[in-house]
């Protein structure tokens, strides 16, 4: 018996150091340690055992019996970590830089443009106003103290249409109907389209954006106006912008001044961008005519307010270094796709 | 407009003052000043030399080989000039000098030594002749710097026009000498005007017939003027403002119009025996003295003599009355026009002249007289001789009325949110010519005649006199007192951002931006018919003229263009079109959303579809509503007539969504597809919100039961699904599509309908009643089941 143990424990060493994957382990333990295996027969024949020498040899099975679960123990979880190893070895590392794409739509950089300036107006407390595209004498010019016969009608070339309306110019069109529609006090502005007959080159457009914005109040200043250019203005570049006021002529305000902002490229050293001057004309504004107030059906002499006209698509132009105007209108997505708000 | 410091200074005394500084606070407070130009900067060691002695150069023809007296010594100079004589005064740069572009070094020039050069007036830079040398009168010492003799050393800059259209004052030296006087508080000089006497009681006679275009004609004679060349100062300073130097009496005329503003005409004195100021009867032909033969027609405001036309008022002169060297007789006219008149006659003949320009921005008629005293003030310091043969003719046809306007301190403060103090007010109203009567802080002032003609009126404009003296960038900047009032933005704001979101970001859909006119050339490509609508009538192409009645072929021309991007894109904007004219013969101008989705790899159907789902999400997203489609006849000729539906929520048509007809799809690709959709936004914002119901999801297991259809007589599924919906069973929960099935001609959908409760779990005999009514209501549509 005691030869016969020494004999398993030969053979289950010789075939334990075969085994070459952990899914063997199981038919070697079947094969040794199972209910029918080689270590129960052994069990099994103990009984013919004389009893002087059953102690011993029961000691030497029990000795063999720990010894063969141990070893496949070892053997086991050394198979598992190689194994384990062998299967990170084959998983590929994955190359994140391949230049791989996932099918993203874009929006107009205008609507870009215009979201943010919505969003610095609104915080102000600025009601956002739409206007049509189409209206009238009346509103493009009449009301806003542009008489028949001003020079004015003639520097804005209009479109005029059959219907015998026009396509509004600029965004002061929506000037009287907003008075009319909130009377004073108004915060408002008033994004929108606006066309002039011209001729169509990488710097004009016979349709672009502007956004128009007023304010209406009791004892709205100069100083107010230029406060509040200098705050919005620094809202939308994002930083402290120096702004200075020219007298300028736009026959709806009174003062009318053109706004310059200080080079933003050079910081007011000169620059090509700003003709060597330092500064860059960005929006016309002013205290609105007192005879557009009285168009819109304000009291002149209770209420003061001021307007102002940003050009959306030259900020548009400045704000993403755009150089050609016609990529507004064209249509080009492999030009207009890049506009996706990431 | 180029503006000369050295004018400016005859009139207000700038000493001790820097220049530059002072042309920076002009551009803040009256108007932008585009260039300063530093004349006679680059000029250095140019003096007056003496032609002492001329030899012909051995092998040029064209050359001599001068010796020239530079004062402090003998020069040899090889000058290539024609007009060289002996003992000739000429301007000398000395080797080491300058003119401008060009530095003179010491060299050898055609074999011999050149110790410098003789200039032309070009090269000094004081006017554009470059025929010969400029002789310079004798009497001058030779080594004197040309500086010294000829006003070459002068600041131009240069007015942006823009800037001063409203303002005709400014059109002239003195009206910027008065900006100057106002700015720096320094005294403005008077104008020299000339003695206007004369012994005759000879007058020019004049009639005015269009009385309505003419506000003021003077005139006057002069007689025995022989001199024709200008003095220098004149020649210069206009060079300087960008006019040539014609003859003396040209000179003068321009010379008074860029220093007062107004224009002024000299006609040859024995052209002239009666004036006449009138429109011509009938459409003429006159030659202007740019020897252009031009139409006139019976708008066009002439001037006649007798009833010889001699020039187009305002504008310019015709040839035959021009003066002309030989001319020693001159009638000078002094006119104010009227300016919208001027304007258009103007831009009809597409002439415009410096005269035009100024008449058009509405002059003080005051100046005529002005510019007559000035300009008999000029001719007789230029020519001692010359005499005042007549007396002033003056007709006065009509005056601006003089404007008064009173205010107080409390409204400058209030307008301007500053401390202005009321002598500082009175100050500066002074300084700009008004008449001030002041009363403690009460003012009442007249507006001077030469900003009475439009631009000052009201108490706002006396605002703008005060606050840009006193300049912008000394405004202390506060913010309003304003009451706060709750912001909303608009439905069709919201909404637009959403659906903008919703596409950008779900359906990786392109947003861009078209005309709202319909392209004739780009439609023409895809066999799209422009329809009648509403036009444009001044467009400068024709084929473009009207106005869109919907997004879409625009963007169909888009989607065409852009083929090359991809092989599938959806595009959409969101725009305006004009659907026909209302009731008033306005347009009808509505909001739509326009959307095209293109693809080359999948087939129409798929695409189709994706557009129906895009349709659904919007409405799902932003109305909590379910949509129905409806198909519809179609609209316009390049729709699909089978697949062409109308977009209903709620009962309300919002839109459309379409294939292409074949035969524009065909052009639009091979292969292939678009799919529209066009959705009304006004219908769509109006629209409401339906409430988002909330139903506890049931804990216990339902019960799928999946019915497979035969389709028969092309039934839509919205009509089989009344089989169920008309028995609005409880536990039926939800209704989907799991498979559709097409072979042999036979079409049928599987579709699962999904029955649970919220109390129990549901057994088969539960529900098995409803499914025999759905089963039954089937039946009787003649829908059978797949076996």
């Keep these: 018996m005691i030869a016969k143990t020494q004999q398993i424990k030969s053979a289950f060493d010789e075939k334990l150091s075969a085994i070459q994957s952990s899914a063997e382990i199981e038919a070697l333990r079947i094969e040794f340690m199972g209910k029918k295996g080689q270590i129960a027969a052994l069990m099994t024949e103990l009984k013919n055992v004389p ?31 190689a194994e384990e190893e062998a299967l990170i070895n084959a998983t590929e590392s994955y190359d994140e830089s391949l230049p791989m794409t996932q099918e993203e739509g874009s929006y107009h950089p205008i609507t870009l443009v215009q979201r943010e300036l919505e969003d610095i107006f609104t915080s102000m407390g600025f009601h956002i106003e739409d206007y049509s595209e189409i209206t009238d004498d009346f509103n493009c010019f009449e009301a806003l103290n542009i008489p028949k016969h001003h020079p004015a009608r003639d520097m804005q ?32 502005i008033f994004p929108g389209r606006c ?54 002529f736009f026959p709806f305000v009174e003062p009318g001044f053109e706004l310059d902002i200080q080079c933003l490229i050079c910081n007011g050293d000169g620059c090509p961008s700003c003709k060597n001057s330092g500064w860059l004309e960005l929006c016309p504004c002013g205290m609105i005519h007192p005879n557009v107030l009285k168009y819109g059906g304000i009291d002149t002499e209770k209420y003061t307010g001021f307007a102002f006209g940003l050009g959306l698509t030259r900020l548009a132009m400045m704000k993403y270094g755009i150089k050609d105007i016609r990529v507004f209108n064209e249509g080009n997505l492999k030009a207009l796709s890049q506009f996706n708000d990431k | 407009m180029f503006v000369s410091m050295n004018w400016i200074r005859d009139y207000v005394n700038l000493d001790g003052l820097d220049i530059e500084n002072l042309i920076h606070r002009f551009t803040l407070a009256t108007a932008e000043v585009e260039d300063i130009i530093y004349k006679g900067k680059e000029l250095r060691d140019v003096v007056v030399g003496e032609i002492v002695s001329i030899e012909n150069h051995p092998d040029s023809k064209k050359l001599h080989l001068l010796k020239v007296d530079g004062g402090d010594r003998i020069y040899d100079v090889v000058c290539g000039a024609p007009n060289v004589f002996l003992n000739a005064k000429i301007p000398f740069v000395k080797a080491g000098g300058s003119v401008p572009g060009m530095e003179i070094k010491k060299c050898k020039v055609a074999g011999f030594d050149s110790e410098g050069m003789c200039c032309s007036e070009s090269e000094l830079g004081i006017s554009d002749d470059h025929s010969g040398l400029m002789i310079l009168d004798s009497s001058f010492v030779n080594g004197t710097s040309v500086k010294d003799i000829m006003p070459i050393d002068d600041i131009i800059f240069e007015v942006d026009n823009k800037s001063l259209t409203n303002r005709p004052d400014l059109w002239g030296h003195y009206g910027i000498a008065r900006e100057f006087s106002a700015l720096t508080g320094r005294e403005l000089k008077p104008l020299t005007l000339g003695d206007l006497s004369c012994d005759s009681d000879y007058a020019v006679p ?25 003095p220098d100062y004149i020649r210069i300073r206009l ?10 009496l040209a000179d003068i005329t321009n010379y008074v119009m860029l220093e007062i503003g107004q224009p002024t005409h000299a006609f040859d004195a024995t052209q002239i025996d009666h004036i006449r100021i009138d429109t011509p009867a009938e459409d003429m032909k006159f030659t202007t003295l740019d020897e252009t033969e031009r139409e006139i027609d019976t708008n066009t405001l002439m001037i006649w003599n007798n009833d010889t036309p001699v020039a187009v008022a305002g504008i310019m002169g015709g040839l035959d009355s ?23 006659s103007s831009s009809r003949l597409g002439l415009r002249t410096d005269a035009s320009a100024r008449y058009e921005k509405m002059l003080d008629p005051e100046l005529t007289m002005t510019a007559i005293g000035r300009f008999v003030h000029l001719v007789k310091e230029c020519d001692e001789n010359a005499v005042v043969s007549s007396l002033v003719t003056d007709v006065y046809v009509r005056r601006y009325e003089t404007i008064t306007i009173s205010f107080d301190k409390a409204y400058v403060d209030r307008y301007t949110g500053i401390d202005i103090t009321s002598d500082r007010i009175y100050d500066t109203l002074v300084a700009l010519g008004f008449i001030v009567d002041r009363q403690g802080d009460a003012f009442t002032v007249t507006v001077p005649s030469w900003r009475a003609t439009k631009d000052v009126t009201l108490k706002a404009d006396i605002i703008e006199e005060i606050t840009r003296i006193y300049g912008y960038d000394n405004f202390e900047i506060t913010t309003t007192s304003s009451n706060l009032f709750p912001v909303r933005k608009a439905v069709s704001k919201t909404e637009d951002n959403t659906i903008k979101d919703i596409l950008v970001k779900k359906f990786a859909a392109h947003e861009v931006h078209s005309y709202i006119w319909c392209d004739g050339i780009k439609y023409k490509k895809l066999g799209i018919e422009i329809e009648d609508n509403v036009r444009i009538l001044n467009i400068a192409s024709p084929e473009n003229s009207v106005i869109r009645n919907s997004m879409l072929p625009t963007l169909l021309s888009y989607t065409y263009e852009n083929k090359g991007y991809a092989d599938s894109y959806t595009l959409f904007e969101i725009g305006r079109v004009v659907d026909g004219t209302k009731e008033n013969g306005y347009c009808d101008e509505v909001r739509r959303l326009g959307l095209v989705s293109f693809d080359k790899t999948a087939g129409e159907k798929t695409v189709y579809f994706n557009c129906v789902a895009i349709v659904r999400k919007l409405f799902a997203d932003l109305k909590h509503r379910n949509v129905q489609f409806e198909k519809i006849t179609p609209e316009h000729n390049w729709q699909h007539p089978r697949n062409t539906s109308a977009i209903l929520c709620d009962g309300v048509k919002c839109g459309i969504i379409c294939t292409l007809h074949p035969t524009n799809a065909a052009k639009l690709d091979k292969k292939g597809y678009a799919v529209c959709v066009e959705l009304d936004l006004e219908a769509f914002n109006s629209i409401q919100p339906a409430a988002v119901s909330f139903d506890a999801p049931s804990a216990y297991p339902g019960i799928d039961y999946d019915l497979s259809l035969v389709l028969t007589d092309n ?36 579709v699962r309908l999904s029955f649970s409760s919220c109390e129990h779990t549901l057994a088969m005999d539960e529900i098995q009643a409803n499914i025999d009514a759905v089963l039954s209501n089937l039946k009787e549509m003649g829908i059978t089941l797949r076996t």
């Design chain 2, 206 to 230: 004049v009639t005015v017939g269009r009385e309505d275009l003419v506000y003021r004609y003077s005139c006057i004679r002069m007689d025995n003027i022989n001199r024709s060349t200008s």
């Design chain 1, 157 to 188: 070339d209009t479109y005029y249409l059959s219907s015998g309306q026009l396509l509004k110019t600029h965004t002061s069109a929506a000037q009287n109907t907003i008075m009319k529609k909130y009377g004073a006090p108004v915060r408002a």
């Design chain 1, 195 to 248: 066309f002039r007959n011209e001729k169509i080159d990488a710097c004009h457009e016979n349709t672009f954006f502007q956004m128009e914005g007023l304010m209406i109040d009791e004892g709205i200043s100069i100083s107010n106006l230029i406060y509040f250019m200098k705050t919005m203005l620094s809202e939308v570049f994002k930083r402290d912008i120096k702004v200075r006021l020219r007298p300028g």
């Design chain 2, 715 to 750: 039934k839509r599924f919205s009509e089989i699904a009344k089989a169920w919906e008309s028995l609005q069973i409880a536990e039926l929960k939800n209704v989907s599509l799991v498979d559709t099935y097409e072979a042999e001609g036979l079409k049928s959908i599987t």
């Design chain 2, 322 to 344: 021009e003066i002309v060297d030989k001319s020693n007789s001159v009638v000078l006219e002094s006119a104010n026009f009227d300016g919208i008149c001027v304007r258009k």
């Design chain 1, 51 to 81: 009893n002087e020498q059953k102690k011993e040899v029961g000691q030497l099975i029990n000795e063999l019996k720990q010894y063969v679960e141990s070893a496949m123990q070892e053997k086991l979880a050394a198979l598992k970590k």
């Design chain 2, 239 to 248: 060079f300087y403002c960008g006019m040539r130097s014609i003859n003396l």
